[in-house]
């Protein structure tokens, strides 16, 4: 059950309710914790944030080889502590060597099969599929490849920051690398 501030009622959502532990009284105006405003016009301009697939930004910071559309940026979101988006590779195609910088970033294959290739000269591979997490962590010199012949390679892309911060690097890769199957400690 949830306490109307205004009249002490109860709210009820379909057969579900629920007790809260502070009164709902402390974000409505006047309350403590309302800052002058209500709990329904704060939560509208400083809540939740839908970007739809056709509100992307292409205007981020580009690699040759993929493109990237931005979502959650601090333009768009008011995201002070990340910056997430999209980045599809097509068939075959492949990225110049980069790194993020000081930026932790996490890829998610939602389509396709990727190729990682990392290193001072690129000397590791690994590959991941459909539903694969990626870790990458500050300053590791990477490249993306679409390893299909015939699918786009789509994956959610978020970084620890907001900078649009892509190092372009000049580097001669090792002819074949090293295939790296990592696993992590708990499943040895």
Known sequence: MLRDPQTSGI????????ELETP?????????????RTNMSRWRTEGVRVIHA???????????GMH??????????????????????????K????????????IYVVNGLARLRWGDHLEFVAEAAQGDFIYVPPFVPHQEINASDDLT???????SGQQGLVVNLDIT???????VRWIDDLHK
Do not use: M, Y
């Open 95 to 106: 990225t110049g060597a980069h790194h993020h910088g000081d930026l932790e970033s996490v």
């Open 54 to 64: 056709d509100e992307l930004d292409d205007a981020t910071a580009q690699t040759l």
């Open 24 to 36: 709902l009284g402390d974000l409505a105006v006047g309350g403590p914790h309302s800052r002058g």
């Open 11 to 18: 709210f009820r959502f379909g057969r579900w309710a629920a």
């Open 173 to 179: 890769p090792v002819e074949v690398p090293e295939l």
């Open 68 to 93: 990237r559309r931005a979502a959650v940026t601090t333009e768009r979101t008011g995201a002070s502590k990340l910056w997430a988006g999209t980045v599809t590779i097509d068939p075959k195609a």
């Open 153 to 159: 390679l789509h994956c959610v892309l978020a970084r």
